[in-house]
């Protein structure tokens, strides 16, 4: 989750306050859901007026390729 984190933080852009007309600046980001779809909500301040403003990143879900499915290790016996 954390590698998910820093991806969605480097492609972060920050919004313009729609009062103020300038760069709002990042306030935190935190998991909105995890299972089936990853979403982190970003939260932005304006260091003016001091609006509040939130942006979302949304991943793919993550699913394995066909013919690419886990399946069980096969535990050798010592006979």
């Given at each position: 989750m954390v590698d998910r984190l820093?991806?969605?933080a480097e492609r972060l852009e920050a919004p313009t306050c729609p009062?103020?007309?300038i760069e709002m600046k990042w306030?935190?980001?935190e998991l909105l859901a995890d299972e089936p779809t990853p979403i982190i909500a970003h939260l932005f301040v304006c260091p003016h007026?001091?609006?509040?403003?939130?942006?979302?990143?949304?991943?793919k879900a993550d699913v394995p390729p066909v013919g690419k499915l886990a399946t069980p290790r096969s535990t050798a016996s010592a006979a």
């Open positions: 820093r991806s969605a009062d103020c007309h306030f935190r980001s007026c001091k609006r509040a403003a939130q942006t979302e990143t949304i991943f």
